[in-house]
């Protein structure tokens, strides 16, 4: 605010000295008390004439002062064009649906107070005073929107267009994408930001029943954000492994972010996993004591010819077949995930499960170890999703699994 009236006041200022310097000496000079009643009773044609040239001599100062004014603040908005893409959004912290996330091995005692006296503890309420941004990108921009609501009136039922489904960049290597004010998903580049962007703009505009379609899924073995049969967007090798972060994890976590932006029940853990894999639970169960394996083999061969990751949902068995479900439970807190076997062991007994890390910490055992479970053997009753159906052989099509064709959102 002080800026701008330093800027009004040399404006103003510069201006009435331009009209003044311009002034004739009679008409400067016969402004005096005495010979006021002789300006007066000078020819209206003649007065109207005088007006109007300086009147064009105001316009020219005024447009040549705006015209510094706008090209001063153009150029500092280009220097800050590379900040965060929204300015409100700088001091907000993204609020993430987490599973299974890490905890303290050991989480200090939170101090208890003591009534030493018969009065009730004084409660003080935390008053937070909003800080006035004065940064040179909030002024410039200020400026600017000022100048151009005096240039460019409002209309009375003009409108403006809010996108619900907005882009914050918080680094070269960190874009959120935000739909209506609540953060859905962390990406490492603005392309592929856009991408997820545009997508979700479209889906925006969709009847709000359409929202309870959202689901986690597997498209061509990819983890996928659904809605319905339409793939909305795919997490694909390159960019799990540019977040450093699963793919399955990230669609569960994504897909819960975006239903609660758009006001709708998220899915709990299972829930999620066995729409992603399609499954439904069978007869066969098992029980004993399950241990998990990370750190050292993380990275490594698998048995199945796959690279462990410690942040997979997968374990270890010694005769299972490879790509079996198991709905393992945690006997001593009744905490679930399901996993898939696609390596062998363990080969200490009586150990008969070796679970990833983040399985071991969605079932609350990965600082006790070792942990009494029971699971259950899963069997895959939903056909396998795919952009691009395969054709197979003549010879082959009795063996073929069902495939359902989707579609690009």
């Known amino acids: ?22 002034l ?5 000079a016969k402004g005096s008390p005495i010979q006021l009643s002789a300006n007066l009773v000078k020819p209206q044609a003649q007065f109207l004439t005088i007006v109007q040239q300086h009147k064009s001599a105001w316009q020219k100062t005024l447009i ?11 150029r500092r908005l280009l220097s800050y064009r590379d900040r965060s893409i929204t300015a409100s959004f700088t001091g907000l912290k993204a609020k993430e649906t987490k599973f299974c996330a890490s905890v303290p091995e050991n989480i200090p005692a939170q101090p208890h107070l003591r009534n030493v006296t018969n009065f009730l503890p004084v409660k003080f309420t935390q008053v937070s005073i909003p800080k006035l941004d004065l940064s040179p990108a909030t002024v410039m921009r200020s400026l600017q929107s000022f100048f151009n609501v005096i240039n460019n009136p409002v209309e ?7 996108s619900p489904v907005l882009i914050v960049k918080r680094n070269s290597s960190s874009y959120e994408v935000w739909v209506n004010n609540s953060f859905v998903a962390r990406l490492p580049d603005q392309i592929t930001a856009n991408v997820l962007q545009k997508r979700l703009q479209q ?5 709000t029943e359409q929202f309870t379609q959202l689901q986690p899924g597997l498209v061509d073995r990819t983890p996928s954000l659904m809605v319905g049969n339409r793939l909305l967007f ?33 899915l709990t853990l299972l829930q999620g996993q066995m729409e992603m894999y399609g499954l439904r639970s069978s007869t066969t169960k098992l029980s004993g004591i399950a241990s998990w394996y990370g750190g050292y083999f993380h990275g490594r061969l698998t048995a199945n010819g796959e690279i462990y990751n410690q942040d997979d949902f997968t374990v270890a068995h010694r005769t299972l077949p490879f790509n079996t ?43 006790t170890g070792v942990v009494a479970y029971q699971a259950v053997v899963l069997q895959q009753n939903a056909p396998q999703m795919t952009l ?12 073929a699994k069902s495939e359902l064709l989707v579609s690009n959102f």
């Open 24 to 28: 004739s000496l009679g008409l400067t």
């Open 156 to 162: 009375p039922n003009g409108s403006y267009d809010y």
């Open 234 to 266: 795919a997490i694909n090798r390159q960019l799990s492994d540019e977040l450093d972060r699963s793919g399955d994890i990230l669609a569960l976590e994504w897909t819960n972010n975006l239903r609660i932006a758009l006001n709708t029940k998220p």
């Open 203 to 207: 889906l925006v505009t969709l009847p």
């Open 388 to 399: 691009k159906p395969s054709q197979p052989k003549t010879e082959n099509m009795a063996n």
């Open 1 to 22: 605010m002080i800026l701008t009236g330093i800027l009004w006041v040399t404006s103003f200022t510069g201006s009435a000295l331009v009209l003044t310097a311009n």
């Open 325 to 367: 479900f198991l709905k393992v439970t945690n006997l001593q807190n009744n905490k679930s995930v399901i996993v898939r076997v696609n390596d062998r062991g363990p080969y200490i007994a009586p150990r008969s499960l070796d679970l990833s890390r983040t399985a071991a910490r969605c079932l609350g055992s990965e600082h």
């Open 64 to 74: 040549s002062k705006t015209s510094f004014t706008f090209n001063w603040i153009n």
